[in-house]
């Protein structure tokens, strides 16, 4: 039996469960809005 | 007060930018700090008594902020006041603070986003305010009890910056922000099962080459397909869909070659597994799919974007109304909740809000928005108001007799509504194409597999059969149209100019027939002095009595005598009429400013030297202004609305790209015949000069001329008389400065008010033709050379899935490179 059957399921479980992390992240609206929080960055700088 | 006059004259005084919004000011240079106005002055106190003058650097340079709307600011404050009223929706949350999302304007940059959060400190009772950049909008999460969204809104506003109801549809956004997750979770699931395939792709490949076992083959082959099933089923299921729906509607979709190209590739990759020899298919697939996605994607977006800037210039046009209660009282509403029988107010500067009856007040009325009349109308009471005309002068009581749909603007909203969905779609290039496109390959795969089974056997017919179906690839067809206008649409925004069908940009490469309404569109849309007859040495008694007065007439004599050398000397005892003119008492001389029919009144003799002058002034259809002084003429004004600045060369670089000219007003004859024979007397062919033309009539003009079929029917106009052509036009163009009725209609808006804008439109679209025709040649040579050679046998299936992409990434990178809108700086 070559590693090939085992290693290649669990590399693609491994792709599989990022894929569901960045999944949950989109469903959850993190990415709705890309500009303000790049803007906020900015203002959190300068009021250091 | 000379003083004053002095700096507001350019002449004299040099201009530096304000230093709070960047407007050019004509104070001295050796000032610190100089301000446009006394309001900007006020802002930068506020902002400095708050230690908030980071702003200045961190805002971007060369900032000016509009001060459009700054004088309806109050109204639009007032309309929070009553948040259900307006139709915004308030949550109360469980520790009893409510929560608000609110339209912004005004935000430009980051600086915006920080001045606005940091304000939320200074007002007791609100806990957070947060700026969302995004769509500008802000969420106020508040104590009820402690404050209210109007006192934010009047504190925001002295900054610059006005809150307004978030007039996007709620489901709108939703179902946005619902769609965007949807194609990035499809994104990212296409790139997962894209990167996977190929890596075992690559394996294959490999093993191909060094030696691989049968078992290790087997394997590989049937986890790539089944990755490669799984992404056509997951994110490629979009593509199956409205291909199915297309079919099901027998209306030709770019899906559906996209879907048969996607379903033969699902044949090939289990036909491939299953036989467990031969080229693999899998790889392809997958990133097939997820190069489609992500096409899909940037289209979306780019479409969104239009439209929602397209809103938020909309917004501002938001039309409020003052509803006089039967107490007394004042309560400002929407103009959509004013009902029949309702007493409503107009000041002065204010759109009339629903058609009406005058109950009190006299005043003159601009109706050149729904009617395309240059001239102001002098009303009375008694007299009739459509709603979406402008109220010049003074004060208006108006009774209300028909509000929202069933006032004249409504009608014509109406008009407009049926025109819109008269439009016959148009087929694009791409599905036409992609559409023979489909039947070519597939007789030519039917032909490939029985010429080699013949000559060969089915096995090898079969390889070389999903040889050319993969490599045979519609996908560059199927992206560059989109991708070419997309571009396009996406320079032209940053020009301000707002397209919404991007297929409007495709017709306008041939030339064919514009019409151009006249008031507002072809001339400026107010008065100005054409001439003056007379001392110049009297002009300043005329300044003098016109500063007092807000009529546009009045407006444009101020703006045609040079104020620098005025004395300023207060006029008394003044006096006006509506509709004939004013007089007062300046330095102690009696002056009089009217028409014929004012100075008879006031027994005021006119010359008959005069008034031959005055009949050469009727003749050309200029409107004329007497000044007497000391009961004696002095003089006359000639005043016409004056062709726009940028007319003549943009009609002529239009004409010579072949294009026929015709203009279509709804103003006089008279007055459309002599800006006709003005501007043929520039050098501008003018074919065709329709005045008195109602909306319907203007309908009736388009439609006869798309029924010509001699090449595609432009409009540009800009009120609401021009709607309803706007909308059934093959492009409707409408201008700045107009009414919103013809912006909803027009699926391309010109916000910089530029007529010129109109040749870099047609220059665009020939360009975006050629572009996209470019593309499909290089698509159809490459698929003309690759399925020849398929077909030979000669392709060696490495070397197809090579090939693949890169005929892809190639029409992406000549669409990118696509001159429309050229010379426009990308972010």
């Avoid at chain 2, 969104?304 to 800037?309: A, I, Q």
């Avoid at chain 2, 001392?535 to 008694?541: A, G, N, P």
């Avoid at chain 2, 391309?748 to 033709?769: K, T």
């Avoid at chain 2, 050679?789 to 060696?796: D, F, S, T």
Wanted: hydrophobic fraction near 45%; charge should be neutral.
């Amino acid at each position: 039996m070559s590693v090939l059957y085992i290693a290649l399921p669990v590399a693609l479980l491994l792709g599989g469960s990022a894929l569901l992390a960045c999944w949950v992240c989109i469903r959850s609206g993190q990415y709705d809005d890309l500009e303000t929080p790049s803007v906020k960055l900015l203002n959190d700088e300068l009021k250091q | 007060m000379q003083n004053a006059l002095e700096n507001l004259n350019p002449l004299t005084s040099t201009t530096q930018p304000c230093s709070h919004c960047g407007l050019p000011t004509f104070c001295r240079q050796d000032d610190l700090r100089v301000f446009c106005c006394s309001g900007c002055m006020g802002a930068y106190a506020i902002i400095r008594e708050l230690g908030l003058e980071d702003f200045y650097a961190l805002r971007s340079p060369r900032l000016v902020t509009s001060l459009e709307g700054v004088a309806a600011e109050s109204s639009r404050s007032a309309i929070l006041e009553d948040l259900q009223a307006a139709g915004v929706e308030v949550h109360t949350m469980a520790d009893g603070m409510c929560s608000v999302r609110l339209a912004v304007d005004g935000l430009h940059c980051a600086a915006c986003s920080w001045l606005i959060e940091r304000m939320q400190p200074t007002i007791p009772g609100l806990k957070s305010a947060q700026v969302r950049m995004s769509d500008h909008t802000i969420e106020l999460i508040y104590d009820p009890f402690r404050t209210q969204p109007v006192t934010v809104s009047t504190r925001l506003a002295k900054l610059g910056y006005s809150l307004s109801p978030w007039t996007v549809d709620k489901e709108d956004n939703q179902g946005f922000l619902q769609q965007q997750r949807d194609h990035w979770a499809g994104i990212a699931l296409a790139a997962f099962f894209a990167a996977n395939a190929m890596w075992i792709g690559v394996a294959l490949y490999a093993g191909e080459s060094t030696g691989i076992s049968r078992g290790h083959e087997y394997f590989l082959r049937w986890v790539g397909t089944v990755l490669a099933l799984f992404a056509a089923i997951f994110p490629g299921r979009l593509f199956f869909q409205t291909a199915w729906q297309a079919i099901r509607t027998r209306t030709p979709h770019v899906d559906i070659p996209v879907a048969l190209s996607l379903l033969m590739g699902v044949i090939g990759s289990v036909m491939g597994a299953a036989r467990g020899v031969g080229q693999i298919y899998f790889d392809s697939l997958a990133s097939l799919i997820l190069l489609l996605r992500i096409g899909r994607y940037l289209q979306f977006r780019s479409q969104y974007r239009t439209s929602l800037s397209l809103a938020h210039q909309l917004r501002w046009n938001a039309v409020t109304a003052t509803r006089l209660e039967a107490d007394g009282t004042k309560t400002i509403v929407p103009a959509s909740r004013l009902q029949v029988g309702d007493r409503i107010e107009v000041r002065p500067g204010e759109a009339i809000p629903a058609d009406g009856l005058v109950t009190h007040g006299a005043s003159s009325v601009n109706t050149s928005l729904v009617n395309g009349e240059s001239n102001p109308a002098s009303i009375f009471i008694g007299h009739s108001v459509d709603g979406g005309t402008t109220n010049i002068t003074a004060p208006l009581t108006i009774a209300v007799t028909a509000a929202g749909a069933s006032s004249r603007v409504g009608r014509l909203m109406e008009l407009v509504r049926n025109a819109s969905s008269h439009r016959t779609p148009l087929i694009m290039a791409a599905d036409r194409l992609s559409k023979w496109f489909v039947v070519v390959v597939l007789t030519l795969a039917i032909a490939t597999w029985l010429a080699w089974s013949i000559l060969a056997n089915t096995a090898i017919a079969t390889q070389h059969t999903m040889a050319l179906l993969t490599i045979a690839c519609p996908c560059a067809l199927a992206l560059a149209a989109p991708l070419v206008i997309t571009v396009a649409l996406g320079r032209a925004a940053r020009r301000q100019i707002w397209i919404r069908d991007g297929n409007c940009l495709e017709r306008m490469a041939v030339p064919g027939t514009l019409w151009l309404d006249k008031t507002g569109t072809l001339t400026c849309g107010h008065m100005a002095v054409q001439k003056w007859h007379g001392d110049d040495e009297v002009l300043h008694y005329a300044a003098v009595l016109e500063q007092t007065i807000h009529h546009p007439i009045a407006k444009a004599i101020c703006a045609f005598i040079n104020l620098e050398n005025v004395q300023w000397i207060r006029a008394i005892e003044l006096e006006y009429r509506i509709g004939k003119g004013a007089k007062g008492l300046v330095d102690g001389i009696s002056i009089m400013i009217g028409n014929e029919a004012w100075m008879c009144e006031q027994g005021v003799l006119i010359s008959d030297e005069w008034l031959a002058l005055q009949s050469s002034a009727f003749s050309q259809n200029h409107s004329v202004v007497w000044l007497a002084v000391a009961d004696s003429i002095r003089g006359m004004f000639e005043l016409s609305d004056p062709v726009r600045a940028d007319a003549v060369p943009t009609l002529r670089s239009i004409s010579a790209m072949g294009w026929r000219l015709g203009i279509l007003s709804g103003d006089r004859q008279e007055i459309v015949d002599s800006v006709t024979s003005l501007l043929r007397e520039d050098g501008v062919p003018i074919d065709a000069a329709l005045g008195q033309q109602s909306p319907e009539g203007k309908l009736e003009v388009l439609r006869r001329c798309i029924q010509d079929r001699n090449g595609p029917c432009a409009m540009v106009g800009d009120g609401v008389n021009d709607a309803a052509a706007l909308a059934i036009a093959d492009i409707g163009i409408a201008i700045r400065g107009g009414s919103e009725q013809a912006l909803y209609a027009a699926p391309i808006f010109l916000a910089n008010g530029r007529l010129a804008s109109v040749v870099e439109l047609i220059e665009a679209s020939v360009s975006v033709v050629r572009g996209i025709r470019r593309c499909f040649l290089a698509s159809l040579v490459y698929n003309a050379v690759t399925m020849t050679l398929a077909i030979m046998g000669w392709i060696h299936p490495l070397f197809a899935a090579v090939l693949m992409p890169i005929s892809g990434l190639t029409v992406l990178a000549m669409a990118m490179s696509t001159k429309a809108f050229p010379g426009t700086r990308t972010k």
